[in-house]
């Protein structure tokens, strides 16, 4: 098994940034690819970004490319996302996904293991 906890969550005003970060533990060899996704009230959980283990490859939804940047630490087994230029658009739960192979899905069925979410709220 795999734990994923996401931290960093908060209200920050339009324009403004936060940096999530997700620390896994236990099977940590199944984190080959790891994910943010996100979900907005009575809306489906939505793709952000994955990044696989060598760091080198890395994936982005069209609507954070350019403002937001996923990084991973595999020392210390975590993953960070910096969200810059943030928009209230970008108001939903943030939650953190892992799998155990290098692909990167962009549908959270792709992804065996979850964190609990953390909430980023933008204030217009």
Request: charged fraction near 20%.
């Amino acid at each position: 098994q795999v734990q994923l906890v996401e931290s960093g969550g908060g209200l920050v005003q339009s324009g403004g940034s936060l940096r999530l970060s997700c620390a896994a533990s236990g099977r940590t060899f199944s984190t080959d690819a790891m994910g943010w996704f996100r979900q907005a009230p009575g809306k489906e959980r939505t793709f952000v970004a994955g990044i696989r283990r060598s760091g080198g490859n890395t994936a982005y939804a069209d609507s954070v490319t350019g403002r937001f940047t996923i990084s991973r630490d595999n020392a210390k087994n975590t993953v960070n996302l910096q969200m810059d230029s943030l928009k209230p658009e970008d108001t939903a739960v943030y939650y953190c996904a892992a799998r155990g192979d290098s692909k990167i899905p962009l549908h959270w069925s792709g992804y065996d293991y979850w964190g609990q979410g953390t909430q980023v709220t933008v204030s217009s």
